[in-house]
Nanobody
């Protein structure tokens, strides 16, 4: 599985941005795609995830109500819609995939930088 994250950029606080994670190669119907983010000098943080089969979503508390993850199975793409962005959301965002939902993240894409200005 190869993952390609895109859509990062510069946005003002309160604005919105939509990231995409495109998967190529084999995907796993029992698996999931997750979004993570990392600020230099800090540990990578789980943002949220979605399962391919049922579209079940999970979010870390700090983004609940502001971020929404969706997927389009036909084009093997997962989206991260980010609204009401805050400067503390600034980070490099990564997507990852797991063969079976709930297990370790097996595949990682390159990051895309999101910068939120105050």
């Amino acid at each position: 599985v190869q993952l390609q994250a895109s859509g990062g950029g510069l946005v003002q606080a309160g604005g919105s941005l939509k990231l995409s994670c495109s998967a190529s190669g084999r995907t796993f119907s029992s698996g999931a795609v997750g979004w993570f983010r990392q600020v230099p000098g800090k540990e990578r943080e789980f943002v949220g995830s979605i399962t391919w089969r049922f579209g079940s979503t999970y979010y870390t508390d700090s983004v609940k109500g502001r971020f929404t993850i969706s997927r389009d199975n036909a084009v093997k793409t997962v989206y991260l819609q980010m609204n009401s962005l805050k400067p503390e959301d600034t980070a490099v965002y990564y997507c990852a995939a797991t063969v079976v939902a709930g297990t370790k993240w097996d595949y990682w894409g390159q990051g895309t930088l999101v910068t939120v200005s105050s």
